[in-house]
C-alpha cells in the first residue's frame, strides 16, 4: 500500500547506485529511538522511502551523514549482534546451499561478527572473516576465523586472495550502493565461486502493505533495499546467475507472538491516533514520555517472512 502523506519536494534525490533520477517517494519514515540495538538519548529524525524505476532499488533519502553514521556504528552495542547458529534461519539455509555445492574451501564472511556462522559451518573449510568491531573480531579470531581486515571495500580492493564463498548476512542494507558492493564481492570470487547474500525483502507481503512505516526500514543504519527484481537485474550486469532464492522469516516465533505483531501493525496503520494516545498512556513498548517524536514508530514485525536469502554463482567466461 502506498503511503498518501504529502511529500516534501525532494527534487535532487536520484538513486545511489544507478543515479537515475527517475525515483518515485514511497512516503515518510517515522523517526527512530535506536541504532545497532541500542536505545538512544535523543531520537533520530524520520526520512523519505524512495524506490528507484530504473533498478528498482529502494533507499532512505536522506540519510544520516557518513561521519554522524559511523560515530553511531562504533556506539552499538556488540552484545546484541550475538547469536546462535541454528537461531538464525539464513545461516542453517546458507550452510545447507554450501555444504551441497562446496564440501570443502576458502569462505569468507562480510561483517562476521564473532565468527560463529563460519565456525558452524565446520573445519573442513579455510574461514576468513571482515570485521568493523574489533571486540568482535577478537572473539571470531578465538574461534579460528582468520580476520583479514576491518573495512569491507579496502579488503576487497587490496586483497589477492580469491575465494570460493562469499558470504554477507545483513549486511547489504547498510551499504550505500549495493551493486558496486556486490561488484566488489563478484570480482574476488574462484571459478564457480557462489554469493550467498540476506536481507531484507522490499516485494514482501508485510512491507508491500506497510510502505515506508515498515519496522525494517525505521531503523537509521539501514539505508538501502532490495528485493528479487533488483537481484536479477544485478546479476545480469554483473555476470553471476541467480542460483536459488528463499523467503524466511528473521525470527523463529510462536503462534502468539505472530498473531499480536499482525494486530499491532494494523491497529498501527488503521488507527494512527489511537495508537499514538495509547503510546502517551504509557501501553506499549515505545517510552514517548521524553521522546514525543517517537509517538509514531512502527511497532516491530520481526515474525513476517520479510526476508530474502539469495544465492549467486559466478558464470564462467
Ligand atoms: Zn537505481
Keep these: 500500500m502506498l503511503n498518501k502523506d504529502k511529500v516534501h519536494p525532494v527534487a ?5 547506485s544507478c543515479h537515475s ?54 556506539l552499538a552495542v556488540n552484545e546484541s549482534w550475538s547469536t546462535t547458529f541454528t537461531e538464525r534461519v539464513d545461516w542453517v539455509i546458507a550452510s545447507q546451499w554450501i555444504g551441497g555445492s562446496h564440501e570443502f574451501g576458502d569462505v569468507l564472511d562480510i561483517g562476521c561478527n564473532d565468527g560463529v556462522f563460519l565456525t558452524g559451518l565446520g573445519d573442513e573449510y579455510s574461514r576468513y572473516g571482515i570485521e568493523l568491531n574489533a571486540d568482535s573480531a577478537k572473539r571470531a579470531e578465538e574461534r579460528g576465523v582468520q580476520i583479514i581486515g576491518q573495512h569491507f571495500e579496502d579488503v576487497m580492493k587490496q586483497t589477492r586472495h580469491g575465494f570460493d564463498v562469499i558470504t554477507a548476512f545483513d549486511v547489504i542494507e547498510h551499504v550505500e550502493d549495493p551493486l558496486y558492493f556486490m561488484q566488489l564481492i563478484a570480482d574476488k570470487l574462484n571459478e564457480n565461486g557462489e554469493i550467498v547474500i540476506s536481507t531484507g525483502n522490499t516485494a514482501s507481503k508485510t512491507w508491500t502493505f506497510m510502505g515506508s512505516k515498515y519496522w525494517y ?22 555476470g553471476l546467475r541467480v542460483v536459488d532464492m528463499a523467503l524466511f522469516s528473521h525470527s523463529r516465533s510462536s503462534m502468539l507472538f505472530k498473531v499480536s505483531e499482525v494486530l499491532k501493525n494494523l491497529m498501527y496503520m488503521c488507527f494512527p491516533s489511537l495508537t499514538g494516545w495509547l503510546r502517551i498512556k ?5 517510552n514517548v514520555t521524553n521522546h514525543r517524536e517517537l509517538v509514531d514508530q512502527p511497532p516491530g514485525w520481526v515474525s513476517a517472512k520479510d526476508h530474502i536469502i539469495i544465492r549467486l554463482q559466478k558464470m564462467t567466461n
Design 12 to 16: 535532487d534525490s536520484y538513486c545511489p
Design 21 to 74: 533520477d527517475d525515483v518515485t517517494c514511497i512516503g515518510k519514515i517515522p523517526a527512530s529511538g535506536s541504532f545497532g540495538g541500542r536505545v538512544l538519548e535523543h531520537a533520530i529524525a524520520g526520512a523519505y522511502l524512495f524506490r528507484c524505476e530504473s533498478c528498482q532499488l529502494y533507499f532512505r533519502y536522506p540519510k544520516l551523514p557518513t561521519q554522524k553514521l559511523e560515530e553511531l556504528y562504533q
Design 217 to 238: 526500514c525505521h531503523y537509521p543504519e539501514h539505508i538501502t533495499f532490495i528485493n528479487p527484481e533488483w537481484v536479477n537485474g544485478a546479476a545480469q550486469k554483473l
Design 282 to 286: 504509557g501501553f506499549g513498548a515505545v
